[in-house]
């Protein structure tokens, strides 16, 4: 676990200063407890370095549902969906308010996202999806089609400026070709939202 130390810390360190200032200290505190429990397993940032145990994602559709597949995302499914809702303390029947999950698949489940504009909604609905996938598959990853798909469902998708909508919204998703992840303060706007939609 410790081969590459300096080569993890740097890395660390540079997608923590990807996040706004007053997140950077707990980005790179969660960067860290994620190196710390991973497989070494790699996976390409959006800028082509690899992260160290992050599994690549695999993700399949079948009756609306979604799946995240592979045997890492799987083996780490058991660990951090537990650790996000223990982190920001939601009870499991909160998440069955807003998430229907059946193993490794997932459907948001919620009629209203208390959210008037579209881009609100677009973004409340990425941040559900990135936590679903981490819920489900281990990784707070969605795939762009999905979050079209789901926009869609909502009535909230917006063709001509849903690519502007994810852009003005750097500090919490990061680009990893054609899928998004969720930032360290992506994911707290996420328990909040969930905590919101459950009440």
């Known amino acids: 676990m410790f081969e ?31 190196l710390a429990q991973s497989d070494s397993l790699p996976l390409n940032s959006g800028d082509g370095h690899p992260i160290h145990g992050v599994s690549e994602p695999s993700a399949s559709r ?21 650790i996000f ?19 490794d698949s997932y459907r948001i489940i919620v009629k209203d996202l208390k959210e008037k504009t579209n881009s609100k909604k677009q973004v409340k609905l990425a941040l559900l999806l990135g936590v679903g996938g981490l819920l489900a598959g281990g990784q707070p990853v969605f795939s762009k089609e999905r979050l079209i798909e789901v926009c869609r469902e909502y009535g909230a998708y ?12 750097r500090d919490m998703f990061i680009a990893q070709g054609n899928e998004w992840s969720l930032t360290v ?15």
């Open 158 to 169: 917006d063709g001509p400026n849903f690519a502007a909508h994810m852009k003005k919204q």
């Open 85 to 103: 809702l223990e982190q920001h303390q939601i009870p499991s029947a909160s998440i069955s308010r807003v998430y229907h999950l059946d193993g």
């Open 4 to 34: 590459n130390v300096a080569e993890h810390l740097d890395e660390a360190v540079r997608l923590a200063e990807r996040c706004p200032e007053k997140y950077q200290i707990p980005c790179f505190q969660a960067l860290i407890r994620v």
């Open 62 to 82: 079948a009756n609306g549902s979604y799946t995240d597949a592979g045997p890492a995302r799987q083996r780490q499914a058991g660990d951090r969906g537990p």
């Open 185 to 199: 303060p992506a994911q707290q706007r996420a328990a909040e939202a969930i905590k919101e939609l459950a009440s």
